[in-house]
């Protein structure tokens, strides 16, 4: 496995609110290597958005708060670094993407001045006003936006979804970026309008050889288009695996409980999957957090918290049931 | 054969913008049999919700009739009689907005009975207890808001509301694609029990084929405001025919081998979805079309018969 | 919270006057003249006047007529303002809103102050009228809250499924559409508290509301203008009452609204 290029270690990130404390993340690691692809697979309300937030560091801080844990991308911790450092690090090395492209770009500005302003930032301000409309072109043109120069003068509202997504990824690739967090990039789109935006990125990344978390609740999209995969429920991660691996061989009983209930093209009906409501963050369950719900829950669920379990070629189960 | 309890005959909504025309339903044909259920499956700009809330009354028809029983109901909600709103429902795609906030459950679940003159007494709590344990929810959830309970069960609740006078036909609109994947399984499969029970009548409308395939009885495929394909589900996935069609399927992520057999060949989803305000001329699809022809950019092609219970609007067919 | 707490001392004081208040006599009709035009002292505390009533007591009194106008106007001026509100923006784009948004801008043309002068000169000058002349335009403001709020709330899923199972308008309109208006109503309740009161002040400065020798707050700074600066305690500690009153009302609403803010998060 190559060396990672991002690696979170251990990380507790909490939320004060008016009744408490909402104990979020809760000892969350994961891993992302050089050129891979990588799926974060959970649910509302699992915690993959506060930890990509987090790494970002774009959490908002008061009311969030992080406990415990270190977050390193190319071997510095990205909680110590001061927060200006980052925004360089951020610009340079890691993009992200978010689900609402509509809420993601400003409403009163033209893509043209959206763009620019983006290349303008990460680059240095000291280039002529050519060579940045230039680059935002370029970025257009990269991700098959039909007629770049009339879209530079375009608002967003005049773009559809599909457009506006892919002028999210535009703007995240002049950035230059190394790194990619896309954080639902389809799901507010249509399925033949999500085909074309995940084969764009798809070719984008082979070109460029970079690293990829692609964030979603889409079992199937995780499937088709990535090469290992993170199954996240309530603040942990419960299951980490070669994607091909995983679908054939779910073992954490919340993935195979997600796996039943997904619809599909055989018509064999949906079985209910998993019972019950994700946990309240204020008095989350002791001991494995997913042991309410569990159909094959023990005594020691009930006690301690599970570690990742090897179980074979680069999977892991955080699941008692594996434990030798 | 069962009495076909829903005909939509050529209907069709148009709206008027200061940008033109906007054709959002734009001549469709659809019957329901009691007991069964129609997946009207389209993208964004399909105009599938808008056909829901035609038939439900939200809309006035701007051409075109719906028929329910025998009657002809192509009116306003307004315009229609009380006694046919017990009859028909819906359900919304967004349980936090079709459920008021400031209104505590058991009073929601009360409403459709006050109006109907359905409450056997003064406090209708015997009959809401029945309707929370017919969407299995806990009985002490009549006191309390919604902001307090999660997003599958207040999507319970607004299917209990519909449920509540015994209505004969349920408009469905997305009603779960808001929800995770877990929490959708659990609400489909009371659906489709409930459906067996009371001898419901469904219209679904969705973008999900694959939650189709797995409860519809028939489904009809829209896009740019017209039908372009119906076909009983067995037979609708076993051989897909129109372009349009063998695109969405093939466009859908799957979970296993077995389900990307079935898929048809891949075809490259091209283009986007044009304007319902600029319908390009001839076939609606043809700008996407993979298989286009000449004419297709001249004449909008007919719906014709291809299989058993099979129809499709095409000139690959006319 | 610091809104509610001075408010509701100022309530307390208002309503116990002649128990808490050292002189309760002096509210009314009283003459000390051997008394007259004390600064203040330990046992005036906030001194006298030229007649020789302790100033805190009839600040004390003075309350009660600022609560109460505040109060009676409130009353008067939110059902009809809300209710014709609320009709107005259900039925938004038809003549029913037209006629009536168009009467509430009448209305709001109208400088408040010189409407309630106009009146108040016309009528005997007490307080009652005075609080039929703020009233008279103060409906509006209610009017145009609810107008904004019930238009937009009309189009809520939620209102549309209670019409398709046929509920009545009156239903929709009280049940439906009203509770979600509650928040912003009462916090303009009680920023409009304090308004109110100043303005009924302001009607009794210039002799139009509370008529001597009763012990409105605006009468009494009136009183005590001709003697500033000398018997500077006559008018400022009157005007300072009415400031109290005001903030109070005002840090209330603040505090309302952020509450209310919260709850929608």
Not at chain 2, 25 to 38: A, R, Y
Request: include cysteine; aromatic fraction near 8%; hydrophobic fraction near 45%.
């Amino acid at each position: 496995m190559s060396e990672s290029l991002l690696e979170i270690k251990n990380l507790h990130v909490g939320f004060d609110i008016y009744g408490g404390h909402l104990k979020v993340l809760d000892g969350v690691n994961f891993a992302v290597g050089k050129g891979e692809k990588v799926g974060l697979v959970g649910e509302t309300g699992c915690g993959k958005t506060t930890t990509m937030k987090t790494v970002m560091r774009i959490l908002p801080i008061p009311p969030a708060k992080v406990r415990n844990g270190e977050v390193f991308y190319k071997g510095k911790n990205l909680l110590r670094v001061n927060l200006r450092k980052v925004r360089g690090v951020k610009g340079k090395g890691i993009s992200m993407i978010f689900q609402d492209p509509t809420a993601a770009l400003n409403p009163v500005f033209t893509i043209g001045r959206q763009l620019m302003d983006v290349v303008r930032y990460s680059t240095g301000a000291d280039r002529s006003g050519d060579k940045i409309r230039n680059r935002a072109i370029g970025a257009l043109k990269d991700v098959a936006m039909p007629d770049p120069e009339r879209i530079l003068s375009n608002y967003p509202i005049q773009l559809s979804g599909g457009m506006r997504q892919r002028i999210c990824i535009a703007m995240a690739l002049v950035t230059g970026w190394e790194f990619l967090i896309a954080d639902e990039p389809t799901t507010s789109l249509d399925v033949t309008i999500q085909d074309q935006v995940l084969r764009l990125l798809g070719n984008l990344i082979e070109e460029k050889g970079n690293s990829t978390i692609l964030i979603t609740h889409s079992l199937g999209i995780v499937r088709e288009w990535t090469d290992r995969v993170y199954v996240m429920y309530a603040g942990n991660m419960v299951e980490a695996s070669p994607t091909k691996e995983l679908f054939s061989k779910p073992l954490h009983p919340y993935t195979q409980g997600l796996m039943k209930a997904v619809p599909k093209l055989t018509g064999e009906g949906m079985a209910e999957g998993v019972t019950g409501r994700i946990p309240n963050y204020l008095t989350p369950p002791a001991g494995c957090r997913f042991h309410p719900r569990c159909p094959h829950v023990m005594p020691i669920c009930e006690k301690e918290r599970p570690p990742f379990f090897d179980v074979g070629d680069a999977h892991q189960v955080a699941c008692f049931l594996y434990k030798e | 054969m069962t009495e076909e309890i829903v005909i939509a005959k050529d209907l069709k909504k148009h709206f008027h913008t200061s940008r033109g025309t906007v054709k959002a339903v734009d001549g469709i044909n659809f019957s329901i049999p009691e007991g069964e259920m129609l997946g009207l499956v389209g993208e964004s700009g399909s105009g599938k919700s808008t056909v829901a809330y035609t038939i439900m009354g939200m809309y006035r028809p701007t051409a075109g009739e719906i028929h329910f029983r025998g009657q002809d109901i192509s009116r306003e909600a307004r315009k229609r009689p009380k006694a046919l709103k017990k009859e028909i429902q819906i359900v919304f795609q967004d349980p936090g907005s079709s459920l008021n906030p400031r209104r505590s459950i058991k009073q929601i679940l009360e409403l459709p009975l006050k109006v109907h003159g359905l409450l056997t007494n003064k406090s209708g709590t015997q009959q809401v207890e029945r309707l929370l344990e017919m969407v299995e929810l806990p009985l002490d959830y009549m006191y309390k808001y919604t902001e307090a309970i999660g997003g599958g069960e207040k999507q319970m609740v607004a299917i209990a509301r519909a449920l509540a006078t015994n209505p004969s036909f349920v408009v469905l609109d997305e009603p779960t694609s808001a929800l995770d994947v877990s929490v959708q399984a659990k609400i489909i499969n009371k659906l489709m029990q409930l459906q067996k029970e009371l001898k419901l009548t469904y219209l679904f409308i969705t973008h999900d084929l694959s939650l189709m395939r797995n409860v519809a009885t028939r489904v009809a495929i829209m896009y740019l405001g017209k039908i372009c394909e119906v076909a009983s589900a067995s037979e609708f996935f076993r051989n897909p025919v129109h372009p349009y069609t063998q695109m969405l399927l093939s466009s859908i992520p799957v979970v296993s081998e077995e389900e990307e057999q079935l898929k048809p060949k891949k075809v490259l989803s091209r283009g986007e979805i044009p304007s319902p305000v600029n319908v390009p001329p001839g076939c609606s699809f043809h700008l996407r079309c993979p298989v286009k022809k000449e004419f297709c950019s001249q004449d909008d092609p007919e719906m014709v018969t291809v299989g058993e219970d099979h129809i499709v609007r095409c000139h690959l067919f006319s | 919270m610091v809104g509610l707490s001075m408010i509701l001392l100022i309530a307390f004081l208002a309503v116990f006057a002649p128990f808490v208040s050292p002189y309760p006599k002096h509210a009314g009709v009283f003459v000390n003249f051997a008394e007259a035009s004390q600064p203040p002292s330990l046992r005036y505390l906030f001194g006298t006047d030229v007649f020789g009533r302790d100033i805190l007591s009839r600040i004390f009194f003075g309350f009660r007529f600022s609560l109460m106008m505040g109060a009676v106007v409130l009353c008067l001026v939110v059902p009809p303002g809300v209710i014709l509100g609320l009709i107005a923006g259900y039925f938004k784009g038809s003549w029913v809103d037209t006629v009536i948004m168009r009467i509430t801008d009448i209305f709001v043309a109208v400088p408040p102050l010189i409407l309630a002068l106009a009146i108040c000169s016309v009528l005997t000058p007490n307080i009652f009228n005075a609080m039929m002349a703020v009233s008279l335009m103060w409906w509006p403001w209610y009017c145009r809250l609810v107008y904004g709020l019930s238009s937009s709330l009309r189009n809520e899923f939620f209102v549309e499924a209670a019409e398709l199972t046929g509920a009545g308008r009156v239903h929709i309109l009280f049940k439906e559409i009203l509770p979600n208006c509650v928040s912003p109503i009462f916090t303009k309740m009680s920023l409009d508290m304090g308004w109110v009161m100043l303005i009924g002040a302001t009607l009794s400065f210039v002799g139009l509301g509370v008529q001597p020798p009763k012990p409105g707050l605006g009468t009494m700074v009136a009183d005590g203008r001709i003697y500033m600066p000398d018997q500077w305690w006559i008018t400022v500690f009157p005007a300072l009452a009415i400031m109290i009153v005001v903030l109070g009302f005002n840090l209330l609403g603040d505090g309302l609204r952020d509450l209310f803010a919260v709850e929608e998060v």
